[in-house]
Antibody, heavy 124, light 107 residues
Framework: EVQLVESGGGLVQPGGSLRLSCAAS????????MSWVRQAPGKGLEWVAN????????YYVDSVKGRFTISRDNAKNSLYLQMNSLRAEDTAVYYC?????????????????WGQGNLVTVSS | DIQMTQSPSSLSASVGDRITITCRAS??????LGWYQQKPGKPPKRLIY???SLQSGVPSRFSGSGSGTEFTLTITSLQPEDFATYYC?????????FGQGTKVEIK
């Protein structure tokens, strides 16, 4: 059974930093692209970042470029999101999501598996 | 960036009704589109992939259609458990973008 379990969220002051982690199990983690998706309170879904299985390609939404870094440790079956220079508008539930397998610019099983989400609140 | 315009933003319907939700892409996205259902306090659940393929385990009253720039999600004979918020997602090019969501409420 595929499981994605996020941790590391909480309350942080504007300008502060936080690191989210996602522990993956039930599949060969090193074969899959992975993603972070967020949802501000009462709002819609927003894709944040993707990372290739070997970690060498990363993509970000413009609003987090230069502030957030997605990374992974395949030996530990773990995905991370380092969030720096946090702003009030980054307040959201952050989901760890399995993208799927991507080849030739086409991805399969996109966002089939989601974690339960982890709340990050940026407030003074 | 590809914008996904989803409509309507909300709708009221009765059990047994047929409803249709539309997503329009600002440029062609082939069939790189999925539909997701989200209930309060839960993560989204994938219903449709590749614009028109039904995810395993999802009831056949859900269907998707379209290609290029216009896509629809149809639910025939709405059931009580279908009252939720629905999102489309394009994953043809970065940044991947979701539609704004459609909240389906009980009339």
């Amino acid at each position: 059974e595929v499981q994605l379990v996020e941790s590391g969220g909480g309350l942080v002051q504007p300008g502060g930093s936080l690191r989210l982690s996602c522990a993956a199990s039930g599949f060969t983690f090193s074969d899959y692209w992975m993603s972070w998706v967020r949802q501000a309170p009462g709002k819609g879904l927003e894709w944040v970042a993707n990372i290739k299985p070997d970690g060498r390609e990363k993509y970000y939404v413009d609003s987090v470029k230069g502030r957030f870094t997605i990374s992974r440790d395949n030996a530990k079956n773990s995905l991370y999101l380092q969030m720096n220079s946090l702003r009030a508008e980054d307040t959201a539930v952050y989901y760890c999501v399995r993208v799927g397998v991507c080849s030739g610019g086409i991805c399969y099983e996109v966002f089939l598996y989601w974690g339960q989400g982890n709340l990050v609140t940026v407030s003074s | 960036d590809i914008q996904m315009t989803q409509s309507p933003s909300s709708l009221s319907a009765s059990v047994g009704d047929r409803i249709t939700i539309t997503c329009r892409a600002s440029q062609g996205i082939r069939n790189d589109l999925g539909w997701y259902q989200q209930k309060p306090g839960k993560p989204p659940k994938r219903l449709i992939y590749a614009a028109s393929s039904l995810q395993s385990g999802v009831p056949s009253r859900f269907s998707g259609s379209g290609s290029g720039t216009e896509f629809t999600l149809t639910i025939t004979s709405l059931q009580p458990e279908d009252f939720a918020t629905y999102y489309c997602l394009q994953h043809m090019s970065y940044p991947w973008t979701f539609g704004q969501g459609t909240k389906v409420e009980i009339k």
